[in-house]
C-alpha cells in the first residue's frame, strides 16, 4: 500500500510542475491516503449493496450483507481480511422468511437484517449468528399507509439510537400523481424495540418546492444523515440547500449548501413521464446526492453527479456510474470549503463512507474494465480544508 501511494505522490508532484496550485488542491488524488483491498471469497459479490462502516474504538471494519451465503460479513481495514461471517437463518421461527432489504450493524449483540417493504419479520441477531428478537409491531401504525417501504441503504441508512430504531421511508402510492406528493406523508418513522411499536414523525415530509408537481422517480429519492439521535441532516436532489431537521423540537430549517458548478432550478414536468423521458432527464442534469456528517473531522460533504454529454437512450441504472461526481466540504458551520471532482466509471456513486483516516470510495463501478472480481479495492481520502 505504501509503496503504491508512493508512486502516486511522485506522480502528482512531477505534473505539478505544469499547474497551479490552486488547480492542484482540487485534484481528487492530491487527499488520496491509501489504497485497501478486501480480498473476496467464490461466494461473495464485489457490489456490496447494502454495506456499512464500523468501528468498535480500536478497530475499523466495513461490514457487509452478503444474500448468497445468508450472512453478514466483516472485514477488517487493517488487512482486508474476512474477519468474521455471521451465519443467519432464512427459515423457521428465527429466520429471515423474506426478501432482504438492508441491515445495521449496531454492535456485536445488535445486529439487524431487515425484510423488503416491511419492519415486521426484520430480525435481531448477535455476532455468534444466534436469534435475538423478532421485529413484531404490536401497534402497527403502518396499516395507514400501506406496508412500510423502509430504505436502509448506504444513503438512507437505519441505524439505533437508545432502543429506537430509525428508519425512513419511500412512498408506495402513484408517485406522478401530483396531489400525492406533499407535506403530509411521513418519510420517517422509528420502531421501540422495548414496546413494539412503530412511530411515525410527520416533520419530515416533501419539502415544499416538490408539491403538487410531476417529478422524475429518481428526483424524488433523498439522501439522510444523523448528527446525532434528534437532528437529521436532508439532501434533495434539486434543492441547493440542505434540510436540518430538529425532531425534538419538531423544527426544519434550510442551509444553503450549493455546488459550484450549478444552481438547482429544475422543472417538473407537466404531464406523467415515461421511463425514457426521466432517465434523460435526470442522467443530463447535475443533481445533488449523497449527505454525510464527519464526526472524526467535523465537516459535512455532499456528492453531486454531473450531466452525462449524450444521455439518449441510457437508463439510470447502470449509467449513473458512467457520471462525473464531486464532493463538497463544508465545515462544522455549513461554510463552503472546497469542491473535489472524481473521474467518471472508477467510483461507486452510491457507496461512499466515514472511517478514522478519510472518506472511503468503492472501486467497484460497473464501467470499470480493471475490476478484479477476488476483491474489492477501496480508496481513502482526506478532505480536510
Known amino acids: 500500500m505504501a509503496f503504491c501511494r508512493n508512486l502516486i505522490l511522485l506522480a502528482l508532484i512531477l505534473h505539478s510542475c505544469t499547474r497551479p496550485i490552486e488547480e492542484l488542491n482540487d485534484d481528487y488524488m ?3 491516503v491509501e489504497e485497501i483491498n478486501l480480498v473476496l471469497d467464490d461466494s461473495t459479490s464485489n457490489e ?3 454495506s456499512q462502516y464500523f468501528s468498535n474504538g480500536k478497530e ?11 450472512s453478514v460479513d466483516k472485514y477488517s481495514l487493517a488487512d482486508g481480511n474476512l474477519a468474521k461471517r455471521i451465519k443467519f437463518l432464512t427459515e423457521g421461527p428465527e429466520g429471515i422468511n423474506s426478501v432482504m432489504q438492508g441491515f ?3 454492535s456485536p449483540d445488535s445486529i439487524f437484517i431487515y425484510l423488503k417493504g416491511s419492519v415486521r419479520g426484520s430480525i435481531m441477531i448477535n455476532e455468534n449468528g444466534e436469534f435475538v428478537k423478532r421485529l413484531s409491531p404490536v401497534l402497527d401504525e403502518s396499516e395507514h399507509y400501506g406496508l412500510v417501504n423502509h430504505v436502509s441503504t448506504v444513503g438512507n441508512s437505519t441505524k439505533l439510537f437508545g432502543d429506537r430504531l430509525h428508519f425512513m421511508q419511500f412512498p408506495l ?10 407535506g403530509k406523508f411521513p418519510l420517517s418513522l422509528e420502531y421501540s424495540l422495548s414496546m413494539d411499536q412503530i412511530h411515525y414523525d410527520s416533520t419530515i415530509t416533501y419539502p415544499e418546492v416538490y408539491w403538487d408537481k410531476i417529478w422524475p422517480v429518481y428526483d424524488l429519492v433523498f439522501s439522510r444523515d444523523f448528527i ?8 434533495w436532489p434539486i434543492l441547493d440547500s440542505l434540510i436540518v431537521v430538529d425532531k425534538s423540537n419538531r423544527q426544519t430549517k434550510k442551509i444553503p449548501a450549493k455546488s459550484s458548478f450549478f444552481s438547482a ?3 417538473p414536468f407537466n404531464t406523467p413521464p415515461n421511463q425514457a423521458e426521466q432517465n434523460e432527464l435526470v442522467l443530463g442534469q447535475f443533481r445533488y446526492r449523497q449527505i454525510i456528517f464527519d464526526p472524526y473531522r467535523k465537516l459535512y460533504y455532499r456528492m453531486v453527479t454531473h450531466p452525462l454529454e449524450d444521455p439518449k437512450n441510457k437508463t439510470f441504472i447502470p449509467y449513473i456510474d458512467e457520471q462525473q461526481f464531486s464532493i463538497i466540504v463544508f465545515d462544522k458551520d455549513f461554510n463552503f470549503k472546497k469542491e473535489v471532482l472524481f473521474p467518471s466509471k472508477s467510483y461507486s456513486p452510491f457507496n461512499f463512507f466515514v472511517s478514522e483516516k478519510g472518506i472511503i470510495l468503492m472501486k467497484n463501478n460497473y464501467f470499470d474494465e480493471d475490476i478484479n472480481e477476488d476483491q474489492l479495492v477501496l480508496h481513502v481520502f482526506n478532505l480536510e480544508p
Not at 60 to 70: D, H, K, M
Open 228 to 235: 446525532s439521535d434528534s437532528i437529521y441532516l436532508i439532501s
Open 30 to 32: 492530491f487527499h488520496f
Open 173 to 182: 402510492f402513484d408517485i406522478h400523481n401530483p396531489s400525492n406528493i406533499n
Open 265 to 267: 432550478k429544475q422543472k
Open 60 to 70: 475499523e471494519f466495513l461490514v457487509a450483507l452478503n444474500p448468497i451465503t445468508n
Open 104 to 106: 445495521t450493524y449496531a
Open 48 to 50: 456490496f449493496i447494502y
